[in-house]
């Protein structure tokens, strides 16, 4: 390397002197050629080796070693011709000579490392890393011939890791982008086609095998056009995951993966004020309740980003926390974790649990939210959502906890459901307990979450795994959805806003058909709906709605710092009662009227009890 630079250092100067006098040389000439070249080679290579000239290997020649060239030719001009002012003033010297020295000089080592890099990736010198692509020589025949859809920094990046990857198999032959403006042109000699809504044309002239979609950032809604796009050439398509899920934004083809429901959805990512999750987290013992679950899990996984002094999993379910556990330890290298078997129902096991650790944060997300089945079995309901709930805000008052947030959802708004009004139960419990003791309390109300278990989107993919049909209850229900690492941030996020007894909702966006959702999951599946699979209305369930709410009526939602997040309005008038004494104490009745009913398994009684808690629920006929 150094001696090819050396070379082309004295065919620099040689040239510089045939350019400015004609290509005619004359014996003084050649003289001070030789008088000059011992001390342009020395000063030269001692300043392009500081300069890191020869510390790249050139078959990767970049932009980064280009300018590092660029540097230390400048320097080395500078540096020749300061030496000759200072030295001979110039006299007998051509100052012509040593500028065109230095042009020549970053044109050849440039051009030098430039062709070691093409001969390289076109085998000359060794196995070639390229498909061809932009020199186009020699494409690997045998490769999937593959269109990028997306012609932006995404896509670039993508097709240069195909091209320099010859294992992934991938021959890329056209960029596809709505664009307009960046038809017809060429990216590393690939050719940008047209608009995706020209995809099935621009495949079948150019056999296309394969559809990658490099879209990271596309919504919802340019998702579903690129894959009902995609569905129409019958072709197999993959895509890059969410900017959110691709570590320090660096797009690898390694992430490629199957178009799942969630880029249907298209969700915003979301903006977290880490400072203020940071000052209530950072160094505290936090207790995450139901730690094993698909809610709870998430939250665990999020918590540790913001460096908790301890973690304390509690669950009841023992594969779960195994899980969790394991997880804690093995992956996410965790190692300030306690797993804790315990039930929430079991008031002296909970005051004991939160004597122990005297947790900073408890985050309550153990429930039991299975809507048919609680229909079936209110006392668990009752049990397991309100029971556990007051024994886990009664030990946290009692123990001095700085915060405790409740995870609720939007089935307690107008509860037509036992686990809903349960839910809607355990807000009013959250409001009793506010500014008894120390301990900030406040409930996060949010919608369905894609993928947590018990949620319909598993249901429907076993079911199109296995032939079909998939059943959807009505044709017009409809649904809001959020991703599960959306809510959690969002729970984390409310928990910083909480000042005492608020509702916090998070801002759901549109809500689903959920006839549309199978209809989408099946032909993401690779099938067509009602032809391959069919699909089945079965009717509504016990205590499930068409439509949910976020809200009650009469219930006033305030705007928050966070874009995505509201809180309620407080009932300063008690529901009635007067005063929060008064309303506390017929409310801690009541609750332990309900629990004398589910102790007798009277599934009517906790029905009739609900409705006189909660004057808007309307129970379903029990069948």
Avoid at 82 to 100: A, D, K, M, T
Avoid at 143 to 168: H, W
Avoid at 527 to 552: A, C, H, M, Q
Wanted: with cysteine.
């Amino acid at each position: 390397m150094v001696v090819g630079d050396l070379v082309l250092f004295t065919a620099s100067i040689m040239g510089a002197y045939l350019i400015r006098f004609d290509f005619k040389l004359t014996s003084s000439l050649v003289t001070q050629i030789l008088r000059l070249l011992p001390c342009l080679l020395v000063a030269k290579g001692i300043i392009f080796y500081f300069f890191g000239a020869y510390r790249g290997m050139w078959r990767y020649s970049s932009l980064v070693d280009v300018w590092r060239l660029f540097k230390a030719t400048v320097f080395s001009s500078m540096l020749i011709i300061s030496v000759g002012f200072f030295v001979h003033r110039f006299q007998g010297y051509s100052r012509g000579v040593l500028v065109l020295d230095g042009i020549l000089t970053f044109l050849f080592t440039g051009g030098y490392r430039l062709l070691i890099r093409i001969m390289h990736n076109h085998g000359y010198l060794g196995k070639s890393n390229h498909i061809g692509g932009s020199f186009g020589s020699h494409e690997r025949k045998r490769d999937k011939r593959v269109v990028l859809i997306g012609a932006g920094d995404a896509g670039e990046k993508t097709y240069r890791e195909i091209r320099d990857n010859p294992m992934l198999g991938y021959n890329v032959v056209a960029f596809i982008d709505d664009d307009p403006r960046k038809k017809g042109f060429l990216i590393h000699g690939v050719p940008v086609m047209g608009s995706v809504e020209k995809l099935p044309g621009i495949v079948e002239g150019l056999r296309v095998q394969e559809i990658l979609i490099t879209l990271p950032s596309a919504t919802g809604a340019q998702m579903r056009k690129i894959v009902d796009a995609c569905e129409k050439t019958t072709l197999p398509y993959k895509t890059l995951p969410g900017l959110g899920e691709i570590i320090d934004g660096k797009v690898s083809v390694k992430t490629l993966r199957d178009v799942n429901y969630n880029d249907l959805l298209g969700r915003e990512e979301v903006r977290l004020d880490s400072a203020a999750i940071n000052q209530y987290i950072f160094g505290k013992c936090v207790l995450v309740t139901g730690a094993g679950g698909s809610i709870g899990s998430e939250l665990c996984r999020q918590i540790i980003r913001f460096n908790p002094g301890s973690l304390v999993l509690l669950d009841c379910a023992e594969a779960n926390l195994y899980e969790i556990q394991m997880e804690m330890e093995h992956k996410l290298k965790y190692k300030n974790h306690v797993p804790i078997l315990a039930d929430v129902k079991s008031a002296e096991r909970v005051k004991r649990i939160v004597g122990d650790y005297k947790p900073d944060v408890i985050v309550h997300a153990a429930a039991k939210k299975h809507v048919p089945l609680m229909e079936e079995n209110p006392w668990e309901a009752v049990f397991n959502n309100i029971i556990g709930t007051k024994n886990v805000m009664e030990a946290a008052v009692e123990n001095g906890t700085e915060k405790f947030v409740m995870v609720s959802t939007d089935k307690a708004v107008r509860p037509t459901s036992v686990m809903g009004a349960t839910k809607r139960v355990c807000e009013l419990l959250m409001l009793a307990y506010r500014g008894r003791g120390t301990t900030v309390m406040m409930s996060v109300r949010f919608g369905n979450v894609v993928g947590s278990s018990g949620s319909v989107i598993p249901l429907f993919r076993g079911q199109i795994a296995y032939g079909g049909p998939v059943t959807v209850t009505h044709p017009e229900v409809t649904r809001y959805f959020m991703t599960i690492p959306e809510a959690t941030q969002l729970i984390l996020q409310a928990g910083a806003l909480g000042t005492g007894g608020e509702i916090f909702i998070l801002k759901m966006g549109v809500p689903v058909k959920i006839v549309q959702m199978a209809r989408d999951l099946i032909r993401l599946s690779g099938k067509e709906p009602n032809e391959d699979i069919e699909i089945v209305f079965t009717g509504l369930r016990p205590g499930e709605k068409l439509y949910e709410e976020l809200i009650s009526e009469g219930e006033g939602i305030i705007a928050t710092k966070h874009e995505k997040i509201m809180v309620l309005r407080p009932d300063d008038k008690w529901y009635g009662y007067g005063s929060q004494e008064v309303y506390r104490e017929w409310l801690f009745n009541a609750i332990v009227e309900l629990s004398e009913l589910a102790k007798k398994f009277d599934g009517d009684g906790i029905r009739r009890k609900l409705k006189d808690i909660i004057p808007e629920y309307k129970p379903a006929v029990n069948s």
